[in-house]
């Protein structure tokens, strides 16, 4: 294996580190946002869902992109949303303006996550895949580990915007390595499933928004109607995916093996509990 393809695995894991490691650290600075900008938690802790429900959103476009474009132009775009939207929420005057940076910094390290494993399954021999996924893994699960003891100490040392201005140097040097050993792949431009993406959207919003006011009962309309467009447009989804031809977003095939099913359902009820 090349050495520029173990350097540029080294420079998108940092960048996915760096993304997640902000992502928790934030968590321990909500008692203090709240004060700052005299709101409630419930409007706070959208730093953390809005972040999350940003990179779920782009996952999601990574077969899409990972086809119809250049690996180095991915990884550009990447390292751009991931800088300026630390950027942004490092200046933040307001609780709009974090919400705005936490969501461009999601797309980043959105599109840099499944890049990085996808490098490892195709450039990676087969032999030593189990140890670069298992490493690569390590890495980033150890990010939300670091994320609350880093952001509570910059929180009792400085102050909360640093959480932030530290990382801009480490995803500028990352974003130089895996940009400059950026591996050359050929795209192909396929027809964008603009129906599906809108489909998974309205689906995913719905439900976070109806989750996030569970507290008010299932006869609030925010939770009974968010949960009923989450529904409607899940099987919407279902449905666009089903037609023939084309290059869907999901191949919602994998799951009639039943391996992966079991593992998946196991895994959430793992989440839940």
Not at 118 to 136: D, H, K, L, N, S
Not at 185 to 199: D, M, S, V
Not at 205 to 219: F, K, M, P, R, S
């Amino acid at each position: 294996m090349s050495r520029q393809v173990k350097t540029e695995i080294a420079g998108i894991a940092g960048l996915a580190f760096c993304g997640i490691l902000v992502e928790t650290s934030m968590n321990v600075t909500f008692p203090t946002l709240m004060g700052l900008f005299h709101t409630t938690l419930n409007n706070v802790q959208w730093i953390t869902t809005a972040y999350l429900l940003a990179v779920t959103l782009t996952i999601i476009l990574a077969a899409y992109l990972q086809r119809s474009f250049h690996y180095r132009t991915i990884l550009t775009v990447s390292v751009l949303a991931s800088f300026f939207g630390g950027v942004i929420c490092a200046v933040a005057l307001n609780l709009p303006m974090i919400l705005l940076g936490r969501v461009i910094q999601g797309a980043g390290t959105g599109m840099a996550l499944p890049l990085l494993f996808t490098i490892i399954m195709t450039q990676v021999p087969r032999q030593q895949q189990g140890t670069y996924v298992g490493t690569a893994g390590m890495i980033i699960a150890l990010a939300p580990s670091l994320g609350p003891t880093y952001g509570g100490t910059v929180l009792d040392l400085l102050d909360w915007r640093y959480n932030f201005i530290f990382t801009l140097p480490l995803i500028a040097i990352f974003s130089w390595v895996a940009i400059k050993n950026a591996i050359k792949n050929k795209p192909e431009r396929h027809r964008f499933q603009l129906a599906e993406y809108l489909a998974i959207v309205v689906s995913l919003v719905a439900l976070t928004l109806a989750v996030n006011q569970l507290d008010a009962g299932l006869g609030n309309p925010l939770v009974s109607g968010g949960l009923l467009l989450f529904l409607a447009a899940l099987v919407a989804f279902v449905v666009l995916t089903r037609r023939a031809g084309g290059h869907h977003l999901l191949n919602l095939r994998i799951l009639t093996n039943h391996a992966f099913t079991y593992s998946l359902l196991i895994y959430v009820f793992l989440q839940l509990v």
